[in-house]
């Protein structure tokens, strides 16, 4: 089961590798398109091709520093967002304690711990690497969670450590953010620009086939640049499930206790408070989405965490298995 376990952990990183290449890859295509479609009426078919790979080189430097951006710099704006502050070990030993343990459990370093002040339990992990990993907990959590629960849920967010989750989810939302971007970059260009309601096409060189393709083009742009941000995010909020499920198994492998993340992802579910410093940027972070409303349909592509009631039939499986 263990081998199963780190197969599936390896082919998880693998797949994120290929899927940020992938992301990255339809940036560009995205670029060279819009490019293309936009020079076409001017420049014709035959120099169309210069204004797409200026497109091209535009978008894929967009994403390639959006990236480094926020590998470097997205762990800090996160923290600054969720008003999270350094904790030290003498503030909370017995938080200390746990994240210590479950930390040598996994194999990682030790993480740094936040302490977000804020009645509604809840914790995420950040970080590009286990080197700079980061734990953060909201002071409902210690006040509403059992120690078990507490340390479930620290396996869980330390599982995300391990796997690399945590350097995949910052870089996804930055080639989310540059598609949207780019896209509506796209809409406000054609809202007010004046290439495509000014474009004289050459009678010599052109002639109704061509008009018609310009046009075709034209819808296309509209049309990607209304469905791309839409395809960029369910993209990423797929692969943000299957993360969530896999941590919960991580937490499982390390606690050996089943019933422990099962109470605090319930528990955690019910309680009534709202995390106020939560925003649609964050929330997919945390171990259970912070915005209620959101939370409680949590069934559609769209969703950033799998179902509640899902997480836990399954967690409770492994323990009746």
């Known amino acids: 089961m263990a081998t199963d376990f ?68 997205g762990t800090a704006a996160i923290l600054s967002m969720s008003n999270a502050e350094l904790l030290d070990r003498q503030d909370d030993p017995q938080l200390y304690n746990v994240v210590e343990e479950m930390s040598i459990a996994a194999g990682v370093p030790v993480p740094k711990v936040y302490l977000i002040r804020d ?3 809840n914790a995420f992990a950040t970080g590009r690497d286990p080197e700079h990993g980061i734990v953060a907990v909201t002071t409902g959590l210690r006040e509403k969670l059992s120690r078990d629960e507490l340390q479930a849920v620290i396996a869980h967010e330390i599982s995300h450590i391990k ?23 796209i809409l406000e260009s054609l809202r007010h620009g004046r290439s495509w309601r000014h474009a004289r096409f050459r009678p010599s060189k052109r002639n109704k086939g061509d008009a018609a393709v310009a046009v075709l083009l034209f819808l296309l742009v509209i049309v990607l640049a209304m469905v791309a941000p839409t395809i960029a995010r369910i993209i990423e909020m797929a692969f943000s499930r299957q993360r969530e499920y896999l941590a919960d198994a991580g937490a499982i492998e390390l606690t050996r206790n089943p019933d422990g993340l099962a109470g605090a992802l319930s528990r955690i579910h019910a309680d009534p408070d709202v995390l106020d410093v939560a925003n649609r940027a964050t929330a997919p972070l945390y171990i259970v989405h912070p915005i209620k409303h959101f939370e409680g349909r949590a069934s559609s592509i769209m969703d950033s965490h799998p179902p509640i009631k899902d997480r836990i039939r399954r967690i409770l499986a492994v323990k009746h298995g």
């Open 163 to 185: 796997h690399y989750d945590i350097r995949f989810a910052l870089l996804m939302a930055t080639l989310v953010g540059v598609v949207v971007l780019i896209c509506d970059a």
């Open 6 to 73: 780190h197969t599936l952990i390896d082919r998880n990183k693998r797949n994120s590798m290929l899927l940020i290449a992938l992301f990255v890859l339809f940036v560009a295509l995205l670029g060279g398109i819009i490019g293309y479609a936009i020079g076409y009426p001017r420049a014709g078919a035959e120099h169309a091709w210069r204004p797409a790979l200026i497109g091209i080189s535009v978008t894929t430097v967009m994403a390639v520093v959006g990236a480094m951006g926020s590998y470097f710099g």
């Open 119 to 121: 009645s509604a339990p």
